[in-house]
C-alpha cells in the first residue's frame, strides 16, 4: 500500500513538473555591420551579450548573426523595422532622424581617446538629450567612440597643406569629413567605411581622411597607403549608438531594463572605447612597421580646417536650438566631461 502510494506520488509530482510552463527567455538578435572578424564583432559585442545575460540572470539572450543583416547605413531602420531586434549604428548615418547626438561629431570636438570620449558622450548626451526622445521606436543602450581620424595618401605626396588636399581626389566618410574635404576643392568620394577596400584598392581615390589607424588594418588598406598626416587635434571622431528596438525593449521586466541600463551606458562606453584604443595603437605601430610615414600635421593646416568645418558646428547649434536646446552648452559641456576624464586618467 505504502510502495503504491509513494509510486502514485512521484508520478503525480513529475506530471506536474511537465505541466509547469517552461521558462523563456528573451531573444535579442543583435547584428553586426563589421566584417565578422572585426573587433567590435568579436569583442565588444560578446561582451555585451555577457553583460545583457549575466545582468538578467538569462532571462534575456543575445545572439548575432553571422553575417549583417542590413547595410551600414540602414541598422536604425533594420531595428525599428524588425529586421533585427539590435544593433550598432554610425551616428552620421542617422543625422537627420538623431540630430542630438550629431554634436560628437562635429570638426575638432572630441578627437581624444575612445575611452575618454565614450563614457563623456553618454552623459552629455544623457543631460541634454534623455527627455527628447529622440530615437523613437529605438533605445539608446550605450555609445561608442572611435578613435580619432588621421589624413592618408595614397600617393608619394604627404598631405600637408589645403592645396594637398584640394588638389586630389579623396575618399571620406559620410558628413563632417566629406564636406569639410569639398571645402579645400577636392573632388570626394563618400561611403560607408566598410566599403572602403573597394575603392581604394581600385586606385579611384588618391587619398582618404576619417577612419582611425585601427579602421586602415581592420579593412585592410594599409598595403594602398604612403603615408599618413596627424594632426594634434584630430578633425573628426567617429560615434556609434547602441540599440534595441523598443517594442523588444518593451517585452523585458522593468527589472531586467534596469539591470541592462546599469551594465551598459557610460561603462560600456568605456569598455568598448578602451579596445578601440587598443586596436589603434596596435594598429599605428604595425603600420609604420610596413614603411608608412609618418607626418606631423601643422598648426596651419589644423586652423585652415576648423575654418572650413565651423559652418557644419554653427548649423549644428541652430538646429539644437529649434529642439530647445543650448548648442554651445552642449559642446562646452562635452569638452568639459572629457578634459576631467582625460586628467584623471593620466593620474
Same mark, same amino acid.
Given at each position: ?40 564583432? @568579436? ?9 545583457? +545575460?549575466?545582468?538578467? +540572470? ?9 553575417? #549583417? ?14 529586421? /533585427? ?20 561629431? *562635429? ?45 592618408? #595618401?595614397?600617393?608619394? @605626396? ?14 571620406? *566618410? ?9 571645402? @579645400? ?67 523585458? #521586466? ?32 604595425? /603600420?609604420?612597421? #610596413? ?16 575654418? *572650413? ?39
Amino acid at each position: 500500500m505504502n510502495l503504491k502510494l509513494t509510486a502514485g506520488a512521484a508520478a503525480l509530482a513529475l506530471s506536474a513538473a511537465f505541466a509547469a510552463p517552461a521558462f523563456a527567455a528573451e531573444r535579442v538578435i543583435f547584428n553586426c555591420f563589421f566584417p565578422a572578424k572585426h573587433y567590435v564583432c @568579436t569583442v565588444m559585442l560578446p561582451e555585451l551579450k555577457n553583460r545583457i +545575460e549575466t545582468a538578467t +540572470e538569462g532571462r534575456v539572450k543575445v545572439n548575432t548573426p553571422p553575417k #549583417s543583416l542590413a547595410a551600414p547605413p540602414d541598422q536604425y531602420d533594420g531595428v525599428v523595422g524588425g529586421v /533585427m531586434d539590435g544593433a550598432l549604428q554610425f551616428n552620421a548615418f542617422i543625422a537627420n532622424k538623431v540630430p542630438g547626438i550629431q554634436f560628437s561629431l *562635429l570638426p575638432f570636438v572630441g578627437g581624444v581617446r575612445a575611452e575618454v570620449a565614450g563614457p563623456a558622450l553618454w552623459d552629455t548626451y544623457q543631460e541634454f538629450f534623455a527627455d527628447k526622445n529622440e530615437y523613437g521606436d529605438a533605445v539608446l543602450i550605450s555609445v561608442y567612440a572611435s578613435s580619432g581620424n588621421e589624413f592618408y #595618401s595614397m600617393n608619394d @605626396t604627404p598631405i600637408q597643406t589645403l592645396e594637398d588636399i584640394g588638389s586630389r581626389k579623396m575618399w571620406g *566618410l559620410p558628413g563632417v569629413v566629406a564636406n569639410t574635404l569639398k571645402g @579645400t576643392g577636392s573632388s570626394v568620394v563618400a561611403g560607408p567605411a566598410v566599403q572602403m577596400l573597394e575603392i581604394i584598392s581600385k586606385g579611384v581615390v588618391d587619398g582618404y581622411a576619417g577612419v582611425p589607424w585601427g579602421s586602415v588594418r581592420a579593412f585592410k588598406i594599409g598595403d594602398y597607403t604612403k603615408s599618413a598626416t596627424e594632426l594634434e587635434n584630430k578633425l573628426f571622431q567617429p560615434t556609434f549608438s547602441f540599440l534595441i528596438s523598443r517594442a523588444k525593449w518593451d517585452k523585458f #521586466s522593468a527589472e531586467d531594463q534596469a539591470a541592462i541600463m546599469d551594465v551598459m551606458g557610460a561603462d560600456f562606453a568605456a569598455f568598448a572605447g578602451k579596445v578601440q584604443d587598443d586596436a589603434n595603437d596596435k594598429a599605428r605601430a604595425a /603600420m609604420i612597421e #610596413s614603411g608608412i610615414e609618418i607626418v606631423e600635421g601643422s598648426k596651419e593646416l589644423e586652423n585652415g580646417l576648423r575654418e *572650413l568645418g565651423q559652418p557644419i558646428t554653427d548649423a549644428w547649434i541652430a538646429k539644437a536650438s529649434e529642439m530647445g536646446v543650448d548648442g554651445q552648452a552642449v559642446i562646452d559641456s562635452y569638452l568639459a566631461r572629457i578634459a576631467e576624464r582625460s586628467a584623471a586618467a593620466s593620474n
